[in-house]
């Protein structure tokens, strides 16, 4: 079955201190997809990034960061330089190929990280 | 470029009733997924509506239904509700790019 566990419940840093959001995930499929999301307190989702189980490539977008590991099932998301507007729930999920019916995402419990000023 | 729009944005049902929630996808969008957020947990697939028809669903009872119309905006109904869906509704849309949603900032449904 697939599995997302996001084992750090909440992070708390001060403003320009760097952060690493956990992620490890469970799946049978060798094709699959995994994201990052990010939910700030008005509701909504906000896509971050995607990365397919064939690219393992780091990726890098102003101070955010991924590194994905297939060896040991992992892709953890950094924050650099954090900022109070970086405030938010974090959450990590997995999909099986979205190519085929259906665009479920398995979502991870999420980390709440709190940047202080 | 309008996005997802979702409503009401709150609502509380007592144990039986019936809810309906509303979605508009955002333009160009022919794929909507539904997700219910329980306090302090992850967003749950619920299903998916793809050109009016359901085409996945997750792990939830047949009282859980939907529609979707054909301007891509859609319903999620639930029937005999029961305390336990009390949560935050998520309505997300998609152009059927690998797994790039857009989600509403939900409805948050209290059930007493």
């Known amino acids: 079955a697939q599995k997302v566990t996001q084992a750090q419940t909440e992070i708390s840093v001060v403003e320009k201190e760097d952060v690493t959001l956990d992620c490890v995930y469970e799946?049978?499929?060798?094709?699959?997809?995994l994201f990052w999301y990010k939910q700030p307190p008005s509701g909504e989702l906000v896509f971050l990034i995607r990365?397919?189980?064939?690219?393992?490539q780091n990726e890098i977008s102003g101070r955010y960061s991924w590194n994905f590991q297939k060896s040991t099932s992992s892709f953890n998301f950094t924050i650099t330089a954090s900022q109070v507007v970086d405030s938010a729930v974090y959450f990590c999920a997995l999909s099986e190929d979205p190519n085929q019916a259906g665009t479920a995402l398995i979502f991870g419990k999420g980390t709440t990280l709190s940047v202080s000023s | 470029e309008t996005g997802v729009t979702q409503s009401p944005t709150h609502l509380i049902k007592t144990r039986g009733q019936q809810v309906t929630l509303r979605c508009s996808s955002q333009s160009g969008h022919n794929t909507v997924s539904w997700y219910q957020q329980a306090l302090g947990q992850g967003p749950q697939f619920i299903f998916q509506y793809y050109r009016e028809e359901e085409n996945g669903r997750g792990n939830f009872p047949p009282r859980f239904s939907g529609l979707q119309f054909p301007n891509y905006s859609s319903e999620l109904n639930v029937n005999a509700l029961e305390l336990d869906d009390s949560a935050l509704y998520l309505c997300a849309s998609s152009s059927r790019l690998p797994g790039e949603l857009f989600f509403g900032e939900g409805s948050r449904l209290t059930v007493l």
């Open positions: 799946t049978r499929d060798t094709t699959y997809y």
């Open positions: 990365r397919n189980s064939f690219d393992e």
